[in-house]
């Protein structure tokens, strides 16, 4: 049972979320959600004055900006998703609508506007349920806005420019960040505080119940229409989907980060967790840090104390080709399994309800199956499988992390301990040994594949008419690149035994415009010529006096109006908050002489090399992407 089904509900759908916005992102999931980002192109210029008021506006642009998701994803061939959400957040004083500040000096004008007064916020919100009827896309659109009353303070003109200097207003609407540094501008709040941040999450659920659980009309009486039915209320109408007990583990698991959404506001986290645990209910600890009972533990330790046994479980599962086997012919009960991978009945079934548990497996009396999820991403031949990268975790990562304590200790990395060979040696072994070569690009290609959307999406990308990826192993980001933009000219650029290995990773079908492979060194030889270079998973591997050599290359091939785009997972300025990229740059540490980098630092190294007007995505999933144009 899901604590709320509704959002349950989504979890075998595929969910789009059309917005840039990292807020929006986090609040959704932070409670589970599963969706992509395909940040959306409209640009938000309707006509206020025809609009009789404010909210109608919000909810007019949230609309479009959904649409325009769909359309783009439906007619550029990519798999229809079955739910867009748009959404848009103004600020509304005296009439006027106030939306992201142009500059500086327009930021000084809406915050001199709101000190000392009363104003709204308004979140409008499409849901765009869409299916695909012969080639036309059929849309069914809901739509709703959130209304939430903020009080600001008299503000002096000093702590105006103190905070706009802090650079925080710039991407917000009325040109203030409520759950940030913005909150110390503010008196009051009436309403739903996450409205401000820009995703008004109890409305939202509260809209899913209307379409998914419309009250049957002899029970219309008990039904409170402006609530989220209560978990009890669920158990009823609930729908036994399998998913629904994985929706509860990853909604456990992302309250860890929900802190970094809104550190002033305790409440909304702790209510949240402590609700929402399942299997060992852990509420959280007082005001003073003390347990309020013996029986209250601190979750968040726990379940970092468990997280290695966890990730041993899922490699194991995977090398013995687990899920394979029993999604060929599941389900099988433990000692079928046994029988087939070769390994002792107790064991086995030690794991597969390990498995279960954690998620990945589902177990009824006929024995033990894949979820969805593992079908897709954990056999070998799913859809995005991720075995490659899982493999390569076990076998290459999980030995270098074994060392981690010296790694800390020395300030570099332990190829060495880890494999008894020098780091450089070891990645000559990648291209000499065919099965590690093979393992390697598997774990590359994996992650490529999976993320190519994303990146591929982040930005429009129309105007480069020719695009090499540097590094582009399998070539996995440039087929998708073509898939979006049949007419550009897509090379990848790898070295030699990178590209004598490819045939294997490509794709079946033919594309309308084959990828062009070229073989180098970025380093030594030249680059092929292209208004569009990309590195993804590039940069992260090298010191930055490398990646200066890099970028001087490709900046003296690149004609003005020609750019650079990153792929890479970027830490906050602050880096602090994201746990993932962070982990990942103990990654670099552990192995290579590079390191994640924040947006900042990405933008400082782009520049040095005539290279402006940097953009940053963080598309909420693995890869952020940032793109920049030559001057
Ligand atoms: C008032 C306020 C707004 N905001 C944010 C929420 C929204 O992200 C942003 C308003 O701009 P929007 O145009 O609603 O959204 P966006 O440009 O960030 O993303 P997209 O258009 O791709 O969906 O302001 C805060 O983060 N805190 C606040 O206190």
């Known amino acids: 049972m899901a604590l709320n089904p509704v959002l349950g509900k989504l979890v075998s759908k595929r969910v789009v979320l059309a917005s840039a916005s990292p807020r929006r992102q986090e609040i959704l999931t932070n409670v589970g959600l599963r969706f992509e980002v395909v940040p959306s192109w409209f640009k938000e210029t309707l006509e ?62 809406m915050l001199s506007r709101l000190s000392g007064k009363e104003h709204s916020v308004f979140t409008g919100v499409a849901i765009i349920h869409c299916s695909s009827k012969g080639n036309q896309l059929e849309t069914e659109i809901t739509d709703f806005y959130e209304e939430t009353k903020v009080k600001f303070s008299d503000l002096s003109e000093e702590l105006l420019w103190e905070y706009i200097h802090s650079g925080e ?84 698991a992302n309250n860890l980060d929900s802190s970094s959404m809104c550190p002033s506001r305790p409440v909304y986290n702790c209510e949240n967790s402590s609700s929402v645990r399942t299997g060992f209910m852990v509420p959280l600890e007082n005001q003073n840090g003390a347990s309020e009972s013996a029986a209250k533990l601190p979750s968040k330790i726990l379940d970092l104390m468990d997280g290695f046994k966890a990730s041993k479980a899922l490699f194991v599962a995977s090398k013995l080709k687990m899920f394979d086997y029993l999604k060929n012919k599941g389900p099988l009960k433990a000692v079928d399994v046994a029988n087939e991978v070769g390994t002792s009945v107790c064991g086995t079934e030690r794991l597969l309800d390990a498995c279960v548990a954690l998620g990945l497996l589902e177990k009824t009396s006929q024995g033990y199956s894949n979820t969805d999820s593992a079908n897709t991403y954990l056999t070998s031949d799913g859809e995005y499988s991720l075995h490659g990268y899982i493999i390569h975790s076990n076998d290459h990562l999980w030995p270098l992390f074994t060392n981690l304590e010296s790694a800390v200790r020395e300030g570099s990395r332990q190829n060495h301990r880890a494999f008894g060979r020098k780091a450089e040696d070891l990645f000559k072994d990648y291209y000499h040994s065919q099965e590690v070569k093979q393992r390697f690009m598997a774990a590359m290609h994996s992650i490529a594949h999976l993320t190519a959307r994303d990146v ?97 290359k490709i900046s003296a091939v690149c004609k003005p109006g020609c750019g650079i785009l990153l792929a890479e997972m970027v830490l906050d300025d602050e880096k602090k908050n994201r746990s993932t990229a962070l982990l990942q740059s103990l990654n670099m540490l552990v192995q290579t002489e590079g390191k994640e980098r924040s947006g900042s630092e990405y933008q400082g190294l782009l520049e040095q ?13 693995l890869l952020d992407v940032v793109l920049c144009v030559k001057t």
């Not at 960040?177 to 659920?205: R, S």
């Not at 990828?515 to 993804?536: C, M, Q, R």
């Open 169 to 252: 207003p710039m991407d917000k609407a009325g040109g203030y960040g409520i759950q940030a540094l913005g909150g110390m501008l503010v008196e009051y709040v009436h309403g739903d505080f996450l409205n401000v941040v820009g995703f008004p999450l109890n409305h939202f659920c509260k809209k899913l119940a209307e379409l998914y659980y419309p009250p049957p009309k002899h029970t219309v009486q008990h039904i409170k229409h402006d609530s989220i039915p209560s978990v009890d209320t669920f158990e009823n109408l609930s729908d036994g989907e399998s998913e629904s007990s994985n929706f509860i583990e990853h909604k456990g």
């Open 456 to 552: 591929a999406t982040a930005f429009d990308l129309s105007q480069f008419k020719s695009t090499c990826d540097l590094g582009g192993c399998t070539g996995a980001l440039a087929h998708e690149l073509i898939q979006i933009y049949p007419n550009m000219k897509v090379t990848v650029f790898d070295l030699p035994e990178v590209i004598a290995n490819i045939s294997y990773f490509q794709p079946s079908e033919q594309c309308a415009a084959p990828v062009t492979f070229v073989s180098g060194d970025f380093f030594k030889d030249n680059l092929p010529e292209a208004d569009l270079y990309i590195l993804s998973r590039v940069l992260h591997d090298w010191p930055d006096e490398k990646i200066h050599v890099l970028l001087s």
């Open 48 to 109: 206020k004055s025809s609009f009789a008021a404010p909210y109608e506006y919000a909810v007019e642009t949230a609309k479009q900006k959904a649409l325009e998701v769909a359309n783009r994803m439906h007619v550029k061939h990519l798999r229809t998703p079955d739910i867009v959400i748009g959404a848009d957040t103004i600020v509304s004083v005296d009439e006027q609508i106030l939306e992201k500040p142009v500059d500086k000096q327009d930021a000084y004008r």
């Open 609 to 621: 090399h005539g290279f402006a007007n940097v953009k940053i995505r963080l598309t909420g999933n």
